[in-house]
């Protein structure tokens, strides 16, 4: 079985094929750094997580691309505001959500920002000026000219034909029934972040970056470009509009898209009081391997309605198999083996394997382990487990978990370093009583201070004292006094 992808450009599910030998080249639009991140956003950037972790237990090299879109309307608008510069305002939301996504298991892709690619878009314009597919206005903005590209339309499935010549639009977000001429390039306003570039001053559009950047790192046409639904229209189309005319090539081949996340069945939004960073729900006391085992749990093609009972029992799910695992690590079992068990554990590994091809089917993925442990736990009350037992069934566990990414018990330091922020950032008033007693409850253990201080050397060696800082004022929250002695690095308890 290979496997079977939903592509938003045929409508279908169809086999997942890449245009070079076993790898890889996927690009996912990344987060504008406005503001913390929020569990939709999360939501979609763990399912990319999954399918990356996925295609690399399959067999591909995966090169994985994201960007971090640090200039956009509403980060000039806020940074104006706050009277400081864009890089001040968004260095806060970018490493925030470094921090975020490391505390819910994602794997680091290759960032790419986009004011560090600022003279490349502005040389792509020009490229686009030069063909007749861009123009330039009065006030030195440049738009891409829809109407040269007769396919506009052709990934969100709309029908633009009747559409007006020359009608443009400059914000980057806007009404999904229009078909604009959208801006490529913004002249500056007085007051707003601009560059000098080979076009004239002023900032790049939002769509702009990601075709720009997506290319230079992955090629003129790589295999999967990955986002939101609500990317469709117009992100996306305008993203195959400026790239596809320019270089008469396919841009990317499949279109992967995550459902959006409701909120106890609403949309979430501040107004309504159900939104939520991932940094609320830890500050409520819930645990990150609770929240991606969560997020994970519904395929990502269908609406995931998040509720604090899902959550609650999220919790429960993981704390099952972390138990499973630490009764198999610990078991001491009679020599031989169990037929039953060894069949059992093989048939969990293709039962996961077939229902994550199945368009990446977790749910089904979870399921089938749930039914492993359920069964040897059984077996393990009835004294039915043998010693090679064990090692096949945690070899299902380990596959299930290097996509999961949920057995590592490192909830605790995580939730730690979120109550420091939220007391560094004044929002005490947030941390509930639950969390309280969670990070008060359990101390780092001898063999975690030690697996601390190594990186903190480690770190130090390197120059990189920012981390080593952090290192050691997290092993003081813990109550750890560390001392540098002439035999080398000591620590002991409070
Ligand atoms: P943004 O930072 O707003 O550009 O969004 C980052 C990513 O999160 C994009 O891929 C969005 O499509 C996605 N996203 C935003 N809101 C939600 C939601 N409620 N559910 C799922 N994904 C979302
Ligand atoms: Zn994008």
């Known amino acids: 079985m290979a496997l079977r992808l939903y592509n938003t450009m045929s409508s279908q599910v169809e086999e997942f094929r890449t245009l070079r030998d076993k790898e890889v080249r996927m690009y996912a639009c990344?987060?504008?750094?406005?503001?913390?991140?929020?569990?939709?956003?999360?939501?979609?950037?763990?399912?990319?997580?999954?399918?990356?972790?996925?295609?690399?237990?399959?067999?591909?090299?995966?090169?994985?691309?994201?960007?971090?879109?640090?200039?956009?309307?509403?980060?000039?608008?806020?940074?104006?505001?706050?009277?400081?510069?864009?890089?001040?305002?968004?260095?806060?939301?970018?490493?925030?959500?470094?921090?975020?996504?490391?505390?819910?298991?994602?794997?680091?892709?290759?960032?790419?920002?986009?004011?560090?690619?600022?003279d490349e878009m502005a040389d792509f314009v020009a490229s686009l000026v030069e063909k007749g597919l861009a123009y330039r206005t009065d006030d030195g903005s440049y738009y891409f000219r829809i109407a040269k590209f007769p396919q506009y339309g052709k990934l969100s499935k709309r029908d633009f034909s009747g559409m007006l010549d020359g009608a443009r639009v400059d914000v980057d977000e806007y009404d999904k029934d229009s078909a604009r001429d959208f801006a490529l390039w913004k002249a500056p306003k007085p007051g707003e972040a601009f560059w000098e570039s080979s076009i004239g001053p002023g900032r790049p559009g939002w769509h702009l970056e990601c075709s720009v950047m997506s290319m230079q790192e992955l090629g003129e046409s790589f295999d999967l470009h990955a986002g939101g639904e609500d990317l469709i229209?117009?992100?996306?189309?305008?993203?195959?509009?400026?790239?596809?005319?320019?270089?008469?090539?396919?841009?990317?081949?499949?279109?992967?898209?995550?459902?959006?996340?409701?909120?106890?069945?609403?949309?979430?939004?501040?107004?309504?009081?159900?939104?939520?960073?991932l940094r609320d729900l830890v500050l409520k006391g819930h645990r990150p391997s609770s929240i991606r085992y969560l997020l994970a749990s519904v395929p990502y093609r269908n609406q995931f309605n998040f509720t604090f009972d899902g959550l609650k029992q999220a919790a429960v799910s993981v704390e099952r198999l972390r138990n499973f695992r630490q009764r198999l690590s610990a078991g001491n079992f009679p020599p031989g083996s169990n037929p039953g068990m060894q069949t059992l554990a093989g048939e969990?590994?293709?039962?996961?394997?077939?229902?994550?091809?199945?368009?990446?089917?977790?749910?089904?993925?979870?399921?089938?382990?749930?039914?492993?442990?359920?069964?040897?736990?059984?077996?393990?009350?009835?004294?039915?487990?043998k010693k090679d037992d064990a090692v096949p069934l945690l070899a299902g566990l380990e596959k299930f978990d290097e996509i999961f990414a949920v057995l590592k018990d490192d909830d605790l330091p995580k939730m730690r370093s979120t109550l420091d922020w939220a007391r560094t950032e004044g929002r005490e008033k947030e941390i509930s009583p639950e969390l309280m007693e969670i990070a008060g409850s359990a101390r780092l253990s001898d063999e975690e201070?030690?697996?601390?201080?190594?990186?903190?050397?480690?770190?130090?060696?390197?120059?990189?004292?920012q981390l080593s800082d952090a290192i050691r004022a997290e092993t003081l929250t813990a109550g750890i006094i560390v001392e540098n002695t002439k035999d080398g690095v000591r620590w002991r308890r409070k």
Do not use: C
């Not at 939501?43 to 990319?48: C, D, E, P, S």
């Not at 200039?71 to 000039?76: A, E, S, T, W």
């Not at 077939?354 to 736990?377: H, P």
């Open 30 to 118: 990344g987060p504008t750094v406005y503001d913390y991140g929020h569990i939709g956003n999360f939501r979609t950037f763990i399912a990319v997580d999954m399918l990356q972790r996925f295609l690399r237990q399959s067999g591909y090299t995966v090169r994985y691309v994201m960007n971090i879109t640090d200039v956009d309307d509403k980060i000039i608008r806020n940074a104006v505001r706050d009277g400081i510069s864009v890089q001040q305002y968004t260095a806060k939301y970018e490493k925030a959500f470094l921090e975020d996504a490391a505390m819910v298991g994602i794997e680091r892709p290759t960032l790419v920002r986009a004011t560090e690619h600022i």
């Open 233 to 277: 229209f117009p992100h996306h189309e305008n993203e195959i509009a400026q790239s596809e005319s320019l270089t008469g090539k396919m841009f990317a081949r499949f279109w992967f898209h995550v459902r959006f996340l409701l909120v106890e069945g609403e949309k979430m939004s501040k107004s309504l009081g159900n939104f939520y960073t």
């Open 348 to 385: 969990t590994i293709d039962r996961i394997r077939v229902s994550l091809d199945d368009d990446l089917n977790t749910a089904q993925a979870q399921a089938a382990i749930f039914e492993m442990v359920r069964s040897a736990n059984s077996a393990l009350d009835l004294g039915q487990i």
């Open 449 to 465: 201070v030690n697996r601390k201080l190594a990186e903190m050397e480690a770190a130090r060696k390197a120059r990189n004292f």
